[in-house]
């Protein structure tokens, strides 16, 4: 059965550097996402992406956090200078489609520990 | 806005049955998801019902819509040790592109 996945599992960084988190989407979909869940919180969305450009984003989407498509297969997401409070799992989705018969499939998620 | 709420922790015994509750607010929500979680995986979709249903049964699980009420419910018949995870209640809302609302999460653990 296709999956989505994503790269690392677990990425540990120092406060204020720039990370990356993969993401390699259900192959013939075409709408995909972000999500994240801080410890003990909700899962909360952050971002949809959909024909090389954000459909929608939460208000948590600041101006440090991007997101790209820069091939056929992966979608990503940058987070330019990282806080304290960005330490969350990160999941990735994607969906055929986007209406709401639409099923997002999600990945196993990237824990991101900022120190 | 969206909210999704549901209680922190369930247990139960193996083989008994488990009923997980969730409420919502957004009325124009068109699908209502049951996602599972086990340690260290990514969020799995177990079953979905869309609004206009009341209930929907797939081999273990039962899903009731009180649409009035705005609760959904997720039965877990003759629960083993494997389900044994975090269940979210989740809805998508129809008035944009499919952003999924989550509940916290109910751990349920079941007692061997």
């Known amino acids: 059965e296709p999956e989505v996945t994503q790269t690392p599992s677990h990425q540990v960084t120092q406060m204020g550097q720039e990370v990356i988190l993969r993401c390699v989407p259900i192959s013939n979909h075409l709408y995909f996402y972000w999500y994240r869940q801080i410890l003990g919180q909700k899962v909360e969305f952050l971002v949809s992406f959909y024909n090389n450009e954000i459909s929608e984003k939460s208000e948590i989407f600041d101006d440090q956090f991007s997101v790209e498509r820069p091939d056929g297969s992966n979608f990503t997401l940058k987070i330019r200078s990282t806080k304290l409070e960005d330490s969350a799992m990160y999941f990735c989705?994607?969906?055929?489609?986007?209406?709401?018969?639409?099923?997002?499939?999600f990945g196993p998620g990237t824990r991101l520990t900022v120190l | 806005g969206e909210d999704v709420e549901q209680s922190l922790f369930l247990s139960v015994r193996e083989g008994d049955s488990s009923v997980i509750n969730c409420t919502y607010t957004?009325?124009?929500?068109?699908?209502l998801y049951w996602y599972k979680q086990e340690p260290g995986a990514g969020l799995q979709l177990l079953t979905y019902i869309f609004s206009n249903m009341d209930m929907k049964q797939d081999q273990r699980l039962t899903v009731l819509l009180n649409k009035k009420d705005k609760h959904l419910s997720l039965r877990i018949a003759d629960t083993q040790t494997g389900d044994s995870a975090i269940y979210f209640c989740?809805?998508?809302?129809?008035?944009?592109?499919?952003?999924?609302?989550f509940g916290i999460g109910t751990k349920l653990q079941v007692i061997p």
């Open positions: 957004d009325s124009s929500s068109t699908y």
């Open positions: 989705a994607s969906s055929e489609g986007q209406s709401s018969t639409d099923t997002q499939y």
């Open positions: 989740a809805e998508a809302y129809s008035g944009g592109y499919q952003k999924v609302t």
